[in-house]
């Protein structure tokens, strides 16, 4: 699932291999194919009828999928394109509401909780069909119960949903499969409040749990699809400064330094969860 941080040289097969159009064929402005009428249906415009010219402008001014700098500076892109004004919107980690730092309330219909609120995000006290769209950020992985930099919200967090604890249940599951399981059970919740073709929007990050990779962008994506939801963007938010450690022998992974906000859509109608 990296594809999305790749490009396409801008070379055009049997040509130079110099091109002052975009490199992404979908940007590029094709010639018109006067052949892309049948010359028989009766509805063809006479002779010399000028030609209808396509819709729009030319511009650079788009929303990207990449971007360096905070969550609050790309979430209002994402609520710009996949979220119309005047929305229900349930945001269920709102928290301090730092997503929501640069974007007009007035503009939607925003219904905030959380855990402080005494409100699970899988167990969420909306009526079946009845939000536009969902915001779901938990903590993006489990931490060791001996590290001294996590904070009080985050242990209260992990304590909850007991992503990291010894006592719990035998056979539940712990570590990064406690966190995705976290995810699944909340995106299960999401699906059943979010009216047909809602916007569900995650906060995650990839991590290395136990020496293993733990690409979670890319889990999450598998395993929402199979519950019904339409993959509709990922966007990449790289932090603007180096992330450090506070003692390393050997590097064996490269260090993450950033996080990805996946974009999916509930189905048309169907509400059954597969997933």
Known sequence: MEGPLGGRPGHRPGGSGL??????????ELPEDESDEDPTDPELEPVGTKRRTPAG???????????????????????KLYVPEGSTVADTTFGRGVFWKLVSLDLYTLWKS???????????PYITGSVDAVVFDPPYMHTS???RSRTYDAMAFENYYQ??????????????????ALY????????????????YIVKCQDEVCTNRQRLTHVELVNAYEKMGFLVEDLFVVMRANKPGVSRIVKQVHSRKNCSYFVIVRAPRSD????G
């Open 271 to 274: 509400r059954t969860v597969t």
């Open 19 to 28: 091109t002052d159009s975009p490199s992404d064929p979908e940007d590029e």
């Open 163 to 180: 992503l990291n604890r010894p006592e719990a249940v035998a056979g539940a599951p712990k570590y990064h499969e406690a966190v995705l």
């Open 114 to 124: 959380d855990l402080q609120e005494g409100i699970d995000a899988r167990a969420l």
């Open 57 to 79: 402008q030319p511009t650079t001014d788009l929303i990207l999928s990449c971007h360096r700098g905070s969550n609050a500076e790309v979430f209002p892109q994402i609520l």
């Open 145 to 147: 119960s001996t590290e």
């Open 184 to 199: 699944l059970d909340a995106a299960r919740e999401a699906l059943r409040v979010l009216r047909p073709q809602g916007i």
